[in-house]
């Protein structure tokens, strides 16, 4: 049974709470009436009682991260987001969840189609029989060069997993049936570590209608359990994060798509960052705007992506970071947010669930909110 703070049930209980550093700098382009709106309800101003809207179409990216200590209402947010962005554009979204919570909380929005996926299960798919030779060594590339990201190996490497793969789909049997390790091999552990990733993770389908992830023109919600990952092998949830992501990529056709078409939501971020770091980067950079993707994201604290915090925040549309007691906290975040002295003595008044302070471009002001999970 979920519980929520009383704040989450009795939404229209307000704080009001004097910004007089902030509320001079005009707001327009968030403060919105409800029936005349132009972009996704993110919350309510707690200066004004207003409701907050951000328009995606004059921002430079739709990437969101939340920020907060356990316990902030980092989860619901996420999920509260991600519905509204999946209200909004009927499209599909995806929810990679460390602590198997995520489908208890999307129940409150009443969603018809959720997918739960235990990769350990579940597995990915490595290729499909149906495939030519040229198609098989594709989707075996994609996997090989996950894998390499994760764990870090030399292009010889590679091409030593990528016969041992591409073998196994050839023969197009189980994986752990056919995949065979000869003693030359174990005797590197880093592609022994790869290939017994590669079996937990991944299996032969027999044709591309299998895929567990149908996320073509879809709008159907998945939910992607790594818990079990997440508390025995961080590198295996990394790597399916990786491939989830690629994934997505290719099926949307790295083509132009102004408006997000898949929404994919990776919580607790700092477990995998390590992991695939680089990658990571270039599509929250490269593939920021116009490629039906909006990634959103969220960690404890700034510091949990050193060495990448400015690039992943300059990456990211909106910031928002939840309530926090920490003076050091709210000094951390000073220059995201464009937080002043007497701002900064505002947010640490925060104490509620749902409660943050956040700023969205094109504007850099920092707006208190709070960010009511059940709201539409």
């Not at 989860?75 to 909004?88: D, G, P, Q, S």
């Not at 090989?144 to 041992?164: E, G, W």
């Not at 309530?323 to 947010?347: F, M, T, V």
Request: aromatic share 10%; proline share 3%; with cysteine.
């Amino acid at each position: 049974m979920l519980k929520f703070s009383s704040i989450f049930v009795h939404h229209r209980l307000r704080r009001k709470i004097a910004l007089l550093d902030t509320i001079s700098i005009p707001l327009t382009l968030f403060m919105s009436n409800k029936n005349d709106y132009n972009g996704i309800y993110v919350g309510i101003d707690i200066v004004s009682g207003s409701n907050i809207y951000w328009d995606i179409s004059r921002s430079f990216s739709p990437h969101i991260l939340v920020i907060g200590p356990t316990g902030s209402g980092k989860t619901l947010t996420l999920a509260a987001i991600a519905n509204r962005f999946k209200n909004r554009y009927a499209g599909c979204a995806i929810f990679m969840d460390v602590k198997n919570e995520y489908s208890d909380i999307l129940t409150l929005y009443n969603y018809k189609d959720i997918f739960v996926i235990d990769p350990v299960k579940t597995s990915l798919p490595l290729c499909f029989c149906h495939d030519d030779k040229h198609q098989k060594l594709e989707s075996v590339n994609t996997v090989v060069d996950v894998l390499a990201k994760v764990f870090s190996l030399h292009p010889t490497k590679q091409r030593i997993l990528q016969k041992i793969l591409l073998e196994t789909c050839i023969k197009c049997s189980d994986i752990n049936d056919s995949l065979t390790i000869s003693e030359e091999i174990l005797l590197d552990r880093d592609i022994e570590e790869a290939l017994e990733t590669a079996m937990k993770l991944f299996n032969v389908y027999l044709d591309v209608n299998e895929h567990p992830l149908a996320i073509q023109n879809s709008k159907k919600t998945y939910v992607v359990n790594l818990k079990s990952l997440f508390l025995r092998n961080k590198v295996d949830s990394a790597a399916v994060i990786l491939y989830t992501t690629r994934f997505i990529l290719e099926e949307l056709g790295y083509s132009l798509i102004t408006t997000p078409k898949i929404i994919m939501v990776i919580d607790e971020l700092w477990h995998a960052l390590p992991y695939l770091a680089e990658d990571f980067i270039t599509v929250l950079t490269r593939y920021s705007r116009s490629f039906g993707l909006s990634i959103l994201m969220a960690t404890q604290g700034i510091d949990d992506l050193y060495p990448y915090s400015d690039t992943i925040v300059n990456s990211c549309g909106g910031l928002i970071s939840m309530a926090s007691s920490s003076i050091a906290y709210w000094q951390r975040l000073r220059r995201y947010l464009n937080l002043s002295n007497k701002s900064i003595e505002k947010a640490l008044t925060l104490c509620n669930q749902g409660e943050a302070v956040a700023r969205f471009s094109p504007q850099n002001v920092p707006l208190f909110l709070y960010i009511d999970p059940l709201e539409q």
